[in-house]
């Protein structure tokens, strides 16, 4: 049985955010101006926070303007990228595979330093320790197809494991992790990166018992409508940034902690995996 919830996190904003046409003007006369989206991990506003500072690096460098677009959960920014409402896209791997499908999205730039991994967390005095702990109990996701914290957490516990139990999907990352804290779930899927960005007060009540294989990491994926040069253009930028360490910084809040040019050869592996079973479509 499968529960969708509302995000327990009083921060989550129900809108979008549209900040960057402010403070990202143009060089130029003839700048172009384009949209960013980005997977809605974390609640908006540190999203914004962690994105605004490095679209106004990209801007000086390259000349253009780019507009961050967010989205309120991650169905809803699936139903953005298939619609093909982002010039640029910040998504999980699973979603350039539907993105490539759709609408011919391409891979450009991800971090070259680590790889994306799914991890099942539990409260630590909660008595769970396996997987086998979990059965007829509740897990919490952030969405149905966040490809490390669900998809692929979903498909090995089924493929592997056999397990019965139900889903709840609660918007975010953040939030998944919180209802196992304030016990709405037994368990949590998440990823590495984002249970290392969880405040401490809630990440030390927690313990992974499970995690996934391995996959290339989050792409920033371009729509074939945006030209060659300004995608290079923006991939230089991005690299530019990584090879000061100051603005390098910014990078590693995303976390991209090595910036790498990447291919859609690098992620035929997610293709492999036969996951389209398991996609849960946001009816829109």
Known sequence: MEERDGDLELILVKRILAIGVVGLTPLSASAESYTVGVVPQFEPEKLAGIWAPILEQVSAITGDTYALVGSTNIPEFETNFLRGNFDFAYMNPYHLVMANRAQGYLPLINDGARMLSGVLVAAKDSGVETVADLEGKTIAYPAPNALGASLLMRAELERKFAL???????????????????????????????????????????????????????????????????????????????????????????????????SLDDFEIVKQLGLDSYVISSGN
Do not use: W
């Open 164 to 262: 019965n139990y139900s889903a709840r999907y609660v918007s975010t990352h953040s939030s998944a992790y919180l209802n196992v804290v304030l016990g709405e779930a037994e368990a949590a899927g998440g990823v590495r990166a984002t249970l290392n960005e969880t405040p401490a007060e809630i990440r030390d009540q927690l313990v992974v018992i499970f995690e996934t294989e391995k996959l290339p990491p989050h792409p920033i994926a371009a729509h074939p409508r945006v030209s060659k040069e300004v995608q290079a253009a923006f991939t230089q930028a991005i690299l530019q940034l990584a090879a000061d360490p100051e603005t390098n910084a910014l990078l590693l809040a995303i976390p991209m902690t090595q910036a790498s040019e990447t």
